[in-house]
Every structure is written in C-alpha cells, then in structure tokens.
C-alpha cells in the first residue's frame, strides 16, 4: 500500500488526462521551494532521492497490479522534473523551460531516453525520466551559461 501511494505521488498518478504531465506539474512548486531555500544541490540530492525510493515503490506496485509500466506511477516524473529544475534559474522562464524540455524529451523516448525503459522492474520506469532529465538540465544549464535564461 505505501509503495502505491508513493509510486502514484498520493493519487496524483490516477488522473484521467496526462497523468505524467500532471505529475511534473505537481513537482514543480515543491522544486521552487528547496531550489529557494536549499539551492540547485540539494534539489539534485533530492531529486536522487526520490529517484531510489522510487525504484522500490514502482517496483512493488507494477508487480502488484501486473504491468510493466503503469501509467498511474508517477513518482518517476517527481525525480525527472527536479533534478531538470536543478540546473534552472529561480525564475519563471527558467522552470518553464526545464518543464518543457524534460515532458518532451520524456514523451519523445527519443534515444539515448529510451535505454532507460529496458531495465527490470522500478529501474526501468525510473530511469528514462532521469536521463530525460539529465538532458534537460544540460541544455536548461547551456541555456543559462549562454546568458539565455
């Protein structure tokens, strides 16, 4: 049961419309308050975090409802949406962009992202949102170096 409630972020994960997206929304004011308090490491740290008690908990919960990858765990856009925000200035623009970045790239599955889904169990559903978001920090972080965020 609290595998479930943390795989699906407390029932955020069992929206009926883009339940991934909703989960990187859900992510984002909770990112703006450690990225303000704590600053970009320990929301990375924190993001990692919940990288591995989601492997665990969307590992448990696949196997107890039989799917590889339910479309109701969305802790894996938690830790992917963090750590994208962890490169990203405390602004407006700068969230927006590692939003944008990190729901296409983690939609796309474009490769190397799609690497990430053939491992077993919790690793392979949370691992192509963290390289998504590997991704999109680099290029949120060129963004920001160029002076264009």
Same mark, same amino acid.
């Given at each position: 049961m609290m595998a479930s409630m943390i795989s699906t972020v407390f029932g955020v994960g069992y929206a009926r419309f883009?339940?991934?997206?909703?989960g990187s929304l859900v992510a984002l004011p909770l990112a703006w308050l450690i990225l303000w308090k704590f600053g970009p490491l320990a929301l990375a740290?924190?993001?990692?975090?919940?990288? +591995?008690i989601g492997v665990w908990s969307t590992g448990e919960h696949a196997a107890r409802v039989?799917? =590889?990858?339910? /479309?109701e765990c969305v802790?894996? &856009?938690v830790a992917g949406q963090w750590l994208a925000c962890a490169a990203a200035p405390l602004?407006?623009? *700068? +969230?927006?962009?590692?939003f944008i970045l990190f729901?296409?790239?983690? =939609? /796309?599955?474009?490769?190397?992202?799609?690497? *990430? &889904?053939?491992?077993p169990g919790g690793w392979g559903i949370m691992t192509d949102d963290i390289i998504a978001a590997v991704i999109s920090a680099a290029i949120v972080a060129a963004l920001r170096w160029r002076g264009l965020l």
């Open positions: 883009a339940p991934g997206t909703i740290a924190a993001a990692i975090c919940v990288y +591995f039989g799917k =590889i990858d339910p /479309s802790v894996d &856009e602004s407006l623009a *700068g +969230f927006a962009v590692a729901r296409a790239l983690d =939609i /796309s599955k474009l490769w190397p992202v799609s690497l *990430g &889904e053939r491992l």
